[in-house]
T-cell receptor, first 116, second 114 residues
């Protein structure tokens, strides 16, 4: 089956530093990847939609300059949290799809970010 | 704006019970609806995907139905087991301003007692 990986699985950083999270589709080409954020005991909130070779589409309220998304290839998207602060601490999950309309979305295992 | 709600928010049942989880959405113009399972601190596992033209999907002890016109879906779990304990999320795929996206429900935390 389709596998999506995320790296790192956990990261702890100091306030003010930048953190990069990678999302890879291991055995398929992902035309679109999605980035979500999840607070404890809450559902997933879509942050942005990332299409290969084009700029990401951010959801309302998500700062594009703070959460930089790059989708340079059909198998890799990265999310960089710039100048991280404690309120950015969260569980970040990516997903990937192979078709714009009908395919199942496959999720990565998530990245736990803790900003001290 | 599409909103997805799940009821109940939490559920605790003895092993062996059949149970129903509910998902409702406000905009019936969806492409599909997907049910997921999430274990604590983990990513999501897809359980069932129902296309907008379908009424139900089955996989093992799981059955999901979709009534698009009324904006509802149910996930039926037969003969529940302790291993079914997890958070169950539904998500609808719809288009907003020309961009398709997945909107997640609030989740149902299920605990099956041995």
């Amino acid at each position: 089956g389709a596998v999506v990986s995320q790296h790192p699985s956990r990261v702890i950083c100091k306030s003010g530093t930048s953190v990069k999270i990678e999302c890879r589709s291991l055995d398929f080409q992902a035309t679109t990847m999605f980035w979500y954020r999840q607070f404890p005991k809450k559902s997933l909130m879509l942050m942005a939609t990332s299409n290969e070779g084009s700029k990401a589409t951010y959801e309302q309220g998500v700062e594009k300059d703070k959460f930089l998304i790059n989708h340079a290839s059909l198998t890799l998207s990265t999310l960089t949290v710039t100048s991280a602060h404690p309120e950015d601490s969260s569980f970040y999950i990516c997903s990937a799809v192979t078709s714009a309309l009908t395919d199942t979305q496959y999720f990565g295992p998530g990245t736990r970010l803790t900003v001290l | 704006k599409q909103e997805v709600t799940q009821i109940p928010a939490a559920l605790s049942v003895p092993e062996g019970e059949n149970l129903v989880l509910n998902c409702s959405f406000t905009d019936s113009a969806i492409y599909n609806l997907q049910w997921f399972r999430q274990d604590p601190g983990k990513g999501l596992t897809s359980l069932l995907l129902i296309q907008s033209s379908q009424r139900e999907q089955t996989s093992g002890r799981l059955n999901a139905s979709l009534d698009k016109s009324s904006g509802r879906s149910t996930l039926y779990i037969a003969a529940s087991q302790p291993g079914d304990s997890a958070t169950y999320l539904c998500a609808v795929k719809s288009v907003t301003s020309g961009t398709y996206k997945y909107i997640f429900g609030t989740g149902t935390r299920l605990k099956v007692l041995a």
